[in-house]
């Protein structure tokens, strides 16, 4: 066939179509753009993914704000590319809760405004092979900051000290004259003499569930080291689980930001606030079922 031939049906066929030659073009070189996006989006996700193995799609959209695409193109680019991430539930037991602890849930009617007002802490396990390890987090409340870690191959209190012993000598105070509140559930870790008689030497004041679901605040904290950071790594060892543990926390402490902490990092959060006035800080309130016996578990979350 001939170029007079050719160019005389394609003519024929934008007739019919009821479409012009450069509608035409315009369409074809907007296909391409959009396959090209669609593998930059794919790219962008999986390069993210090698820091962050279980970032969730739109996470990934609020660290990076890539130009030319809103967000939910971006997810819908992501899902259909089959990049949604994959959820793993818990089903270890690694609270046995004291029911005759002396400690009251001190958070009703808590708000916060700076650091070192709340700490929270909890144990969950992690499965190696066959067998489960324990790894203690502490966090600061306010700005998310994992301050004190601790992987072992019990449930001993001693576990519980040392990780509490990295957080204070992370914030290098000698007391915190009752301005700090430690919550936890109600294991034995916790009521121990060994850990509740540290936390009086400094004194720090010593708060306790209620029901299993008031300490929302470090459970998911937990469920995002193990859940989006550890189980994608492939961990065969005991001394492999605690440098990993270290990887991981380093990376959330100071690569993944927080949507309610204005995009920041944890880590660039506590810096930020530093230079910020009293007056200046987001005010932080706390929820606590004791607020409310009618209150949906699942809305027990931070809020400012």
Same mark, same amino acid.
């Given at each position: 066939?001939?170029?007079?031939?050719?160019?005389?049906?394609?003519?024929?066929?934008?007739?019919?179509?009821?479409?012009?030659?450069?509608?035409?073009?315009?369409?074809?070189?907007?296909?391409?753009?959009?396959?090209?996006?669609?593998?930059?989006?794919?790219?962008?996700?999986?390069?993210?993914?090698?820091?962050?193995?279980?970032?969730?799609?739109?996470?990934?959209?609020?660290?990076?704000?890539?130009?030319?695409?809103?967000?939910?193109?971006?997810?819908?680019?992501?899902?259909?590319?089959?990049?949604?991430?994959?959820?793993?539930?818990?089903?270890?037991?690694?609270?046995?809760?004291?029911?005759?602890?002396?400690?009251?849930?001190?958070?009703?009617?808590?708000?916060?405004?700076?650091?070192?007002?709340?700490?929270?802490?909890?144990?969950?396990?992690?499965?190696?092979?066959?067998?489960?390890?324990?790894?203690? $987090?502490?966090?600061?409340?306010?700005?998310?900051?994992?301050?004190?870690?601790?992987?072992?191959?019990?449930?001993?209190?001693?576990?519980?000290?040392?990780?509490?012993?990295?957080? $204070?000598?992370?914030?290098?105070?000698?007391?915190?004259?009752?301005?700090?509140?430690?919550?936890?559930?109600?294991?034995?870790?916790? +009521?121990?003499?060994?850990?509740?008689?540290? $936390?009086?030497?400094?004194? +720090?004041?010593?708060?306790?569930?209620?029901?299993?679901?008031?300490?929302?605040?470090?459970?998911?904290?937990?469920?995002?080291?193990?859940?989006?950071? $550890?189980?994608?790594?492939?961990?065969?060892?005991?001394?492999?689980?605690?440098?990993?543990?270290?990887?991981?926390?380093?990376?959330?402490?100071?690569?993944?930001?927080?949507?309610?902490?204005?995009?920041?990092?944890?880590?660039?959060?506590?810096?930020?606030?530093?230079?910020?006035?009293?007056?200046?800080?987001?005010?932080?309130?706390?929820?606590?079922?004791?607020?409310?016996?009618?209150?949906?578990?699942?809305?027990?979350?931070?809020?400012?």
């Amino acid at each position: 066939m001939n170029l007079g031939a050719h160019t005389y049906q394609m003519n024929a066929l934008y007739r019919h179509c009821r479409i012009s030659k450069q509608g035409h073009y315009k369409s074809v070189q907007h296909e391409i753009q959009w396959l090209r996006l669609e593998e930059l989006v794919v790219g962008l996700i999986i390069q993210v993914r090698e820091i962050h193995p279980a970032m969730g799609i739109r996470a990934i959209y609020e660290l990076c704000q890539p130009q030319g695409i809103g967000r939910d193109s971006f997810v819908n680019i992501g899902m259909y590319y089959g990049l949604r991430v994959k959820v793993f539930r818990n089903k270890a037991r690694t609270t046995f809760s004291s029911p005759y602890s002396r400690y009251q849930n001190l958070l009703k009617n808590k708000e916060l405004d700076n650091i070192n007002q709340l700490w929270t802490s909890d144990l969950t396990y992690f499965k190696v092979g066959e067998k489960d390890f324990y790894i203690v $987090l502490i966090i600061d409340v306010y700005s998310r900051l994992i301050i004190g870690y601790s992987t072992a191959d019990n449930m001993r209190a001693e576990n519980n000290v040392a990780a509490m012993e990295m957080a $204070l000598k992370l914030r290098g105070l000698k007391s915190y004259n009752n301005k700090l509140i430690h919550h936890s559930d109600r294991g034995g870790q916790y +009521i121990s003499d060994t850990y509740t008689n540290l $936390l009086k030497e400094y004194k +720090i004041r010593i708060s306790m569930c209620n029901l299993v679901y008031e300490n929302a605040h470090i459970e998911r904290v937990n469920g995002t080291i193990k859940n989006q950071y $550890l189980i994608h790594w492939n961990i065969t060892s005991f001394q492999q689980l605690q440098t990993q543990v270290q990887r991981a926390v380093e990376t959330y402490n100071k690569h993944r930001p927080h949507s309610a902490l204005n995009r920041m990092t944890p880590d660039a959060f506590e810096q930020n606030i530093k230079e910020l006035n009293d007056s200046d800080r987001s005010k932080l309130s706390i929820w606590t079922a004791s607020e409310s016996k009618n209150q949906n578990p699942d809305q027990c979350i931070i809020q400012f």
